[in-house]
C-alpha cells in the first residue's frame, strides 16, 4: 500500500514545473497552489492513477482575485488534497474538470452562476440553483454583491 | 424541448409548474431524464459569514432536517482542523451516540418511504411507529426530537444524564429483535424480490465515475466509509462492519440500509456502556487565521464543510457540500432503460430528501407531459400489485408483521 | 357562517406544500398521520390535489423559486381555503431573513389563517394548532 510521503514525492518529481508551493498542514490535509493550466493534467493523474476521489470544489472570493480548491480524497491513507488555483478577477476562466469526472458537472454549474466563473469545455453550464427571474451577472457570493430586489423584506415583520 | 401540458384522466388534473425530474419516455422505457433542483436554495453558505463561528452551528443544523446532526459534526470538525484541537474523549462519545440515533432514523424514515412507494402501506405506518422509540431515546438524551443543538466547536454543548442510560438501553433492547425480523421478512419476500432486484443498478464503475457516496456506492461494491477511513469519534473504539455488497439494484441499497441499522444498534450500545469520564468541551478562546475540512459519514454519505478563517470573529467563506449532491446525479445513470413504474422506486433508492420524489413528472419524445409525482407513485403500487397476483395468492410475509408487535 | 365553512369542519382535507425548508416541519406533519398521534381518527386526511384540498398546510421560507409555485398552486385552490403556516421559516424566514434568495415572508404572498411556530413544533403542536383553527372558525 502507497504512504504518504511516497505519495507526495511522486506528485513534486513529476509535477515539479508546474506546482508553486505546498503546504503541508497536517497528516491528512495537504494544499498545493498550481497554475490554472496545470489543473487537468494534474487532476486527471490523481483520479485516475492514484485512485484518489473527487471530493467537490469550493469557489471563494478573495477582494484580489478568485481562488478554486478543487478537493481529492485518498482513502486508504486517509489523504486529503486540495488543488488551489488563482483566477483574474475580472475575468475567471478555467478549463472544465469534466473530461476527467462526471462528478465535477454540478459543482462547476453552482460556482459559474454564484461567482461568475467561466468553465470552458462544460457540456452544459446553465443555472442550477437560481431561478430565471434571477438577474444576470449578479453574482451573489461575491464580495460586492448588493441587495437589487427592491421589494424584499428584510425585518422580522415586528414593530 | 417545448412543452405543451395535456390535463389527464380523473386523477390529477396537472399544474403547469417546473418539475425536479423530467423524464422523457419512449412507450414504457424511460429514454432520457433531466434533474432540475433550486427548490431548497436558502443561501446558507452566505449567511455562514454573517454569523460567529458558535451562532453558525445553529443555522447548519437547518440544512436538512432528516440529517441535521452531519453537519454540525463536519462543521465542528472543520472548525477544529484550523486550530489543530481535537475535542475530549467523552466528547466524541456523545457525538457518536447522537449520529448513530440520527443514522437510525433516517433510515428507519426511508424505509417507511420506500414501503409506502411499493405499496406497502403496513410496513410505512409500522415502521415509522418504530422510529418514534428512537426519537424517544433522542429526546431523552438531547431535549429535542430533531434539531439536538449538541454540538459546538471543541465538544458537546450538554452532557448525558447517567441516570437516563438504562432507560435507554430498555428501549434499544426492545428495537433490535423487530429490525431482525425486518430483515428477515425483505430477505424472504418474493414479491418483493421481483420489484427491486436487477432494478435501477449503478455499475461499480459509474459509482466511481460520479463520485457516489454512502450507501449507493457501498450498494455497488465500492467501499467507502467516513467512519473506517478516518479516525474521529468513538468509530474506532469498537468492532462493527462496514456493510458493502455488489449489485447496485434497488433491493442491495435496501439490504444495506438495514444492516447498517443493526451495526449502529451495536456501537450505539457499546458508546452508553463504555462512556468514559472527563470534559466535554475543549474550551477553544478564538481560532487562528486558516482554512480547515470536516467530514461526516451522514445517513446519505459523506457531508463535507470547509471553512475559511481570518482571525476574526467568524467564517469567511464557508462550503456546504451535502452527500445528495453527489449522489443525485447518478439518478441519470440508473434510470436510462428503466419501465416508467419502477421511476419512483429508483429515485427513492438514492434516499434524496424526500420533498424531491413529490415532484417528478414524465413526458413523451414529443414534449407532451403524461404524469405527475403522483400518478407515478401510483403507478409503482399497482406493479407491486401484478406481482402479487402473479406469485400467486399467498398472503407475502410483511403483513404478518403487524399482528401484535409493538 | 355559510354551510362550506360549516361542513369542511366536520372532516379537514389538507394538502401539503414545502417551499424551501429543511424538511424537519415536513417530516412532523406526517409523523402526525402515523400511529402514534393519528390524526386520521379526527377526519383530517392528506389528499394528494389542491383541487380537494380544504387548507394549505405550507412550510419553508418561500425562495424564489417556490414562491411562484406557492402563488399559483393558491389562486388553484378551491375557496374556501384556509392556509396554515407551520414552523419558524413560514412564520418570519427566521434565520433567513438576511438570505439573498429567501425575499418575502409567507403572509406577504398569501393570506394566513393560523401561525404554528416551533422548529420544528411537535406533532402536539401541530395538531394543536389545527383544533384553535377550526375553533377560531366555528367562533365567527
Known amino acids: 500500500m502507497i504512504k504518504r510521503k511516497e505519495v507526495l514525492a511522486d506528485l ?39 485512485g484518489a476521489r473527487f471530493n467537490i470544489a469550493s469557489g471563494v472570493d478573495t477582494r484580489s482575485h ?32 469534466t473530461t476527467v469526472c462526471e462528478a465535477a458537472n454540478w459543482i462547476e454549474r453552482e460556482i459559474h452562476e454564484l461567482l461568475g466563473v467561466d468553465f470552458t ?12 427571474q434571477w438577474p444576470d451577472k449578479v453574482y451573489p457570493l461575491r464580495r460586492d454583491y448588493k441587495e437589487w430586489d427592491k421589494g424584499a423584506v428584510r425585518d422580522r415583520g415586528v414593530k | ?36 433542483v433550486g427548490y431548497n436554495h436558502r443561501g446558507i453558505e452566505k449567511l455562514s459569514e454573517l454569523k460567529t463561528f458558535d451562532q453558525s452551528t445553529f443555522v447548519i443544523e437547518r440544512i436538512c432536517g432528516i440529517c441535521s446532526t452531519s453537519h454540525p459534526f463536519a462543521y465542528t470538525r472543520a472548525v477544529e482542523d484550523i486550530c489543530d484541537i481535537e475535542a475530549p474523549m ?9 449520529a448513530e440515533g440520527e443514522r437510525m432514523h433516517s433510515h428507519l424514515l426511508w424505509l417507511g418511504l420506500a414501503g409506502h412507494f411499493l405499496g406497502y402501506n403496513t410496513v410505512y405506518m409500522w415502521v415509522w411507529k418504530l422510529r418514534e422509540e428512537i426519537l424517544d431515546i433522542m429526546e431523552i438524551i438531547s431535549g429535542n426530537r430533531n434539531n439536538y443543538a449538541m454540538f459546538k466547536p471543541g465538544g458537546v454543548r450538554r452532557d448525558i444524564n447517567p441516570d437516563d442510560i438504562p432507560l435507554v438501553m430498555k428501549k434499544l433492547d426492545k428495537i433490535l429483535p423487530t429490525l431482525k425480523m425486518l430483515y428477515k421478512a425483505v430477505r424472504d419476500d418474493p414479491v418483493l424480490h421481483a420489484r427491486t432486484k ?23 461494491g465500492v467501499a467507502r466509509d467516513v467512519r473506517k477511513d478516518t479516525v474521529y469519534g468513538a468509530y474506532h473504539e469498537m468492532d462493527w462492519e462496514m456493510i458493502v455488497t455488489k449489485n447496485g439494484d434497488v433491493y442491495d441499497k435496501v439490504a444495506v440500509r438495514i444492516l447498517e441499522m443493526l451495526e449502529s444498534i451495536k456501537i450505539l450500545k457499546y458508546c452508553f456502556l463504555h462512556l468514559p469520564d472527563g470534559e466535554i468541551d475543549a474550551h477553544i478562546k478564538n481560532i487562528p487565521p486558516g482554512e480547515g475540512i470536516g467530514t461526516h459519514e451522514a445517513p446519505r454519505g459523506e457531508t463535507f464543510h470547509y471553512v475559511r478563517s481570518d482571525g476574526g470573529n467568524g467564517p469567511v467563506r464557508h462550503k456546504v457540500r451535502a ?12 434510470i436510462k432503460g428503466a419501465k416508467i413504474a419502477d421511476a419512483s422506486i429508483i429515485l427513492a433508492a438514492i434516499d434524496p430528501c424526500y420533498c424531491c420524489t413529490e415532484r417528478m413528472a414524465v413526458s413523451d419524445t414529443k414534449g407532451e407531459r403524461l404524469f405527475d409525482g403522483r400518478e407515478l407513485i401510483r403507478l409503482s403500487q399497482q406493479e407491486t400489485l401484478k406481482w402479487k397476483q402473479k406469485l400467486g395468492a399467498v398472503e407475502p410475509p410483511l403483513e404478518k408483521l403487524t399482528r401484535g408487535t409493538l | 357562517m355559510g354551510i362550506t365553512t360549516k361542513a369542511l369542519l366536520k372532516s379537514l382535507w389538507v394538502f401539503h406544500l414545502s417551499t ?16 402514534r398521534f393519528d390524526v386520521e381518527r379526527f377526519g383530517i386526511k392528506l389528499v394528494g390535489s389542491i383541487r380537494h384540498a380544504d387548507v394549505l398546510l405550507v412550510t419553508g421560507s418561500c425562495n424564489r423559486k417556490s414562491a411562484e409555485r406557492l402563488v399559483k398552486l393558491y389562486k388553484e385552490a378551491p375557496q374556501p381555503c384556509l392556509v396554515v403556516a407551520i414552523g419558524e421559516c413560514s412564520l418570519s424566514r427566521g434565520i433567513f431573513i438576511p438570505s439573498y434568495n429567501c425575499p418575502r415572508p409567507l403572509d406577504k404572498l398569501v393570506p394566513v389563517s393560523a401561525y404554528i411556530p416551533g422548529c420544528p413544533p411537535k406533532p402536539e403542536a401541530i395538531i394543536s394548532g389545527i383544533v384553535k383553527l377550526i375553533q377560531k372558525v366555528k367562533g365567527k
Request: glycine share 4%.
Open chain 1, 66 to 97: 478568485i481562488e478554486i480548491l478543487y478537493h481529492f480524497t485518498i482513502e486508504d491513507i486517509n489523504l486529503l488534497i486540495s488543488l488551489r488555483v488563482r483566477l483574474n478577477r475580472q475575468k475567471p476562466v478555467i478549463a472544465s474538470l
Open chain 3, 20 to 35: 424551501g425548508s429543511c424538511n424537519n416541519c415536513d417530516i412532523e406533519v406526517l409523523d402526525c398521520l402515523t400511529p
Open chain 2, 90 to 98: 467523552r466528547a466524541k462519545y456523545i457525538r457518536t451516540i447522537i
Open chain 2, 1 to 36: 424541448m417545448k412543452k405543451t401540458v395535456i390535463p389527464i384522466g380523473p386523477y390529477h388534473p396537472l399544474q403547469e409548474e417546473p418539475e425536479f425530474f423530467m423524464l422523457t419516455v419512449e412507450g414504457e422505457t424511460v429514454v432520457d431524464v433531466d434533474v432540475q
Open chain 2, 323 to 334: 452527500p445528495t449532491f453527489m449522489n443525485l446525479p447518478t439518478y441519470k445513470a440508473t
Open chain 2, 198 to 220: 436487477g432494478v435501477g443498478v449503478l455499475s461499480r464503475e459509474a459509482a466511481l465515475d460520479f463520485s457516489a457516496l454512502g450507501p449507493t456506492s457501498r450498494a455497488s
Open chain 1, 121 to 132: 469545455g462544460h457540456p452544459d453550464l446553465r443555472r442550477l440553483l437560481l431561478s430565471d
Open chain 1, 12 to 50: 513534486q518529481t513529476r509535477f515539479k514545473k508546474e506546482i508553486t508551493d505546498i503546504f503541508d498542514k497536517s497528516p491528512h490535509r495537504v494544499y498545493i497552489d498550481i497554475p490554472p493550466s496545470a489543473l487537468v493534467p494534474m487532476s486527471r493523474y490523481i483520479f485516475q492513477d492514484l
